[in-house]
């Protein structure tokens, strides 16, 4: 068995944190790729077919120790959808083979579940999840069924026209009949889609549906999700190498790499992994699932909640909450985001096309690599902060702020001599 994995996507709707493949974003010291690799290996899967767009996932890979995988590596120079990623690899693919998307690692959750599915050797199986915001359904693909069997694939449906409440989640297992009919498929983007709905007309695809939470990985706060999934899948490690207070509380489960120097009083509540070389000072608190990437600094008097921080960034005192911190970041003392909103309704996002609501209602700040941030500054939630910025002190940042800008409120000196 093969697993062919896609890795080959513009990612511009992760921006801020776009600046190569979003599979190479590092979650508890692993590239997300890297997990994922990882769960097609435990599943038993040694061959594995990559669809890249450059260089970047390959050295990525290449930098992996001890991964044991064959691994042959497809290049698709434009974002033209999964169709036709698929008939490139199709020289390398030899009979029955997965199909799945760099971020999917829980992979190994599901692959013998969708092996047993399968009965004949023509038929195809994928993984489908019951939706329950309805709205979601307009941004997916979505199921006509008919029993077990699909009987067509309706690709982002438009209000009120979805034919079913199961979406597509993103792992498939196929065969080489299947791809005799996505050639026959003229190539756009949504090939594959089609190429699933002509194939169902043969009575050939099945579904199956997981009641576990599915992830995505189309927006940057869609990291959050990813991250706690593999925070409730490692297991408790504190290294011998690391400096711990005394005073200093564990509570729940925690990793603490090597090189770690953790504060007097600081509390870390897990599930909390601290990667290699970080600092945490004295009373800071780290709660509700926090992910502190190597190199990085957690100043005095910090309150972090639910949130990933990139390697080497360093703040000072405040609160962060449900937050993505890019690598580099420098924030200052007393800087504060404001999580929920007044109402407590949902979280909306200004993305670059369109504002998105995101379905939270607790959602922080993203901030792209090499921000700078000065003391006393604060965000609304869901505010999103570009690649090399820098925002002044005392700043209230209400709206997004777009790469390599300088952001800050202007103040007015005013001296005014008492009387006598």
């Known amino acids: 068995m093969q697993a062919v994995i896609l890795a080959a996507g513009d990612s511009s709707r992760i921006y801020p944190f776009n600046e190569s493949h979003k599979s190479a974003i590092k979650i508890l010291g692993k590239s997300i790729l890297e997990h994922t690799l990882l769960s097609v290996k435990k599943s038993g899967i040694d061959e594995v077919i990559i669809i890249v767009k450059n260089d970047g996932v390959r050295k990525i890979i290449e930098e992996i120790d001890d991964l044991r995988l064959k691994i042959q590596y497809v290049v698709q120079d434009k974002a033209t959808g999964a169709g036709d990623a698929l008939l ?202 926090v992910d502190i990437e190597e190199n990085s600094v957690i100043g005095a008097n910090m309150e972090i909640k639910n949130t990933l921080m990139m390697e080497n960034s360093k703040t000072h005192s405040g609160f962060i909450g449900d937050s993505v911190i890019g690598k580099n970041c420098r924030i200052g003392a007393g800087f504060n985001t404001a999580n929920v909103r007044l109402d407590r309704g949902t979280i909306e996002v200004a993305t670059k096309l369109r504002k998105v609501n995101t379905g939270l209602r607790s959602l922080g700040v993203m901030v792209g690599d090499g921000t700078r941030i000065g003391l006393k500054s604060s965000t609304m939630p869901g505010v999103m902060i570009g690649k090399n910025v820098t925002v002044g002190s005392g700043t209230n940042i209400i709206g997004n702020i777009q790469d390599n800008l300088r952001y800050y409120t202007k103040f007015q000196e005013v001296i005014i001599k008492k009387n006598a």
């Open 88 to 289: 490139l690899a199709e020289p390398y693919i030899k009979d029955d083979f997965f199909l799945l998307h760099a971020h999917r690692v829980d992979f190994l959750e599901f692959k013998k579940d969708l092996e047993k599915k399968k009965v004949e050797k023509e038929e195809v199986v994928l993984l489908a999840k019951k939706v329950k915001n309805l709205t979601d359904l307009e941004k997916l693909g979505v199921l006509k069924t008919d029993g077990d069997k699909v009987v067509e694939v309706a690709e982002k449906p438009l209000p009120g026209k979805a034919p079913s409440n199961l979406a597509i989640v993103g792992v498939y297992l196929l065969n080489r009949f299947f791809l005799n009919v996505l050639r026959e498929i003229p190539s756009e983007h949504y090939s594959f889609e089609k190429a699933i709905s002509n194939y169902a007309l043969k009575g050939y695809v099945k579904y199956l549906p997981t009641p576990s939470e599915i992830f995505s990985l189309k927006y940057p706060w869609d990291i959050l999700g990813i991250k706690d999934y593999l925070l409730s899948t490692f297991k408790n490690f504190v290294s011998s190498k690391a400096s711990i207070a005394l005073s200093a509380q564990f509570i729940g489960d925690v990793h603490i790499a090597d090189g770690v120097k953790i504060m007097e009083n600081a509390v870390i509540k897990g599930p909390c992994y601290i990667g290699k070389n970080v600092f945490i000072g004295n009373n800071a608190i780290l709660r509700d699932g």
